[in-house]
């Protein structure tokens, strides 16, 4: 029988926010203070920290006020997977 990948993957992936990529986006813009990031992403400062410091992973809402925000920038460098 031929395995998938799936089939062999233990662990599910995950979508992990570049934090190192938003920072320095983001201080380019202006904003170089988590409370100036969430304001301009349209996020609280609290959704912000909780990400920042893996207590949550970026939901949906969020990927969407990253990409509103930063339309230009190209999901891929801003956004990665991981294994769980």
């Given at each position: 029988?031929?395995?998938?990948?799936?089939?062999?993957?233990?662990?599910?992936?995950?979508?992990?926010?570049?934090?190192?990529?938003?920072?320095?986006?983001?201080?380019?813009?202006?904003?170089?203070?988590?409370?100036?990031?969430?304001?301009?992403?349209?996020i609280s400062p609290a959704?912000?920290?909780?990400?920042?410091?893996?207590?949550?992973l970026p939901s949906a809402?969020?990927?969407?006020?990253?990409?509103?925000?930063?339309?230009?920038?190209?999901?891929?460098?801003?956004?990665?997977?991981?294994?769980?």
């Amino acid at each position: 029988m031929l395995e998938t990948q799936a089939s062999q993957r233990t662990s599910r992936p995950r979508v992990v926010l570049r934090l190192d990529e938003l920072d320095r986006i983001t201080t380019a813009l202006g904003y170089d203070t988590d409370a100036a990031r969430a304001a301009f992403l349209g996020i609280s400062p609290a959704a912000l920290s909780k990400i920042r410091n893996g207590h949550h992973l970026p939901s949906a809402d969020l990927i969407a006020a990253v990409r509103t925000a930063l339309p230009r920038v190209p999901y891929e460098a801003l956004f990665t997977t991981e294994e769980r």
